[in-house]
Structure formats: C-alpha cells, structure tokens
C-alpha cells in the first residue's frame, strides 16, 4: 500500500511539474498538495514552493521550503530558493545563513546556484572580491551558466 501511494504521488509529482512548466500554475498546486498529502516529499515541497513563487506568494514559498527542509534537511534546493526570494525583497543579510547551507548540503545537484545567489548578494553588500569569487566558484561548478558568467563580466565593467 505505501509502495502504491509513493508510486502515485511520483505521478502526481510529475504531473504538477508538467503543468508548470505549461504556465497552469493553479492546476500544479493542486497535484503538488496531492502529491504531498500521499506521500510527503522534500521535492514535492520545493516545487510548491516554486510554483507558489512563480504566483508572487512569497510568503507561501517559502513556508513551503521549510517543510520541504523538515522533510529532508539534506536536498540543497529548499536552502538555496528560500535565499533567493530573501534577495528579491532585499533582505541580503537574511539570505546568506540559507545560501551558505544550500552551498553545504550533502544533495543537490546544482551547487552553481547557490553560489551565484551569493555573489549577488555581495555585490549588493559593495563586497566585490568575495563577489567575484562566487561567480567564478558558480562558473567552476557550471562553465556555461551564463547568469554568472554575465554577472562576473558586469562586475569587471564596475570596477574598471
């Protein structure tokens, strides 16, 4: 029975991805809550989390990226989201304690997030060397992640 749920929450799961990436952000939430309510999972919980963003709930999200750490305190994506929706209400000094575990967490997959997420934050903070080691650890992480190969040419043009 829980391999049944497990296996139809993975379902539901991929479903509410599908649908936001089809911009259905309604209709993802709910198979994100069904998801959740069948077999909770740290991923179901960022990507509402996401989706709720995307809805300019960023309360929502990152309420869900909390579950999502309860969840699994392990998976990187929940501590690197809730820094970067700290950075767009311009709480930088916030964001850092989230990018910093993200950067430190056993699983993730994109650790060039993290790390770009944080550059941002030091160029903000007018801390342009720790900035530019972000971008380049991002870029070392991902060679073609243009985000920080932009934002590390655009911090060269500052401070010529």
């Keep these: 029975m829980v391999g049944d749920r497990a296996q139809l929450a993975k379902e539901m799961f991929e ?39 995307f809805q300019g709930k960023a309360d929502q999200a990152i309420e869900e990226c909390k579950k999502a750490i309860a969840v699994d305190p392990t998976l990187g994506n929940p501590y690197n989201d809730i820094g970067a929706y700290l950075i767009e209400r311009g709480q930088y000094d916030e964001a850092i304690p989230w990018l910093e575990k993200a950067i430190h967490a056993p699983r993730y997959e994109a650790y060039q997030y ?27 992480i991902e060679p073609r992640y243009k985000l920080a190969s932009d934002a590390l040419e655009k911090l060269r043009m500052l401070l010529q």
């Design 15 to 53: 479903n509410a991805y599908r649908l936001q990436m089809e911009g259905e952000l309604d209709l993802a939430v709910e198979f994100y809550q069904r998801s959740i309510e069948l077999h909770p999972t740290a991923e179901a919980y960022t990507f509402l989390g996401w989706t709720y963003h």
């Design 114 to 140: 993290p790390w770009y997420n944080l550059g941002r934050v030091c160029v903000k903070k007018e801390l342009y060397t720790k900035a530019r080691q972000c971008f380049e650890k991002a870029l070392e």
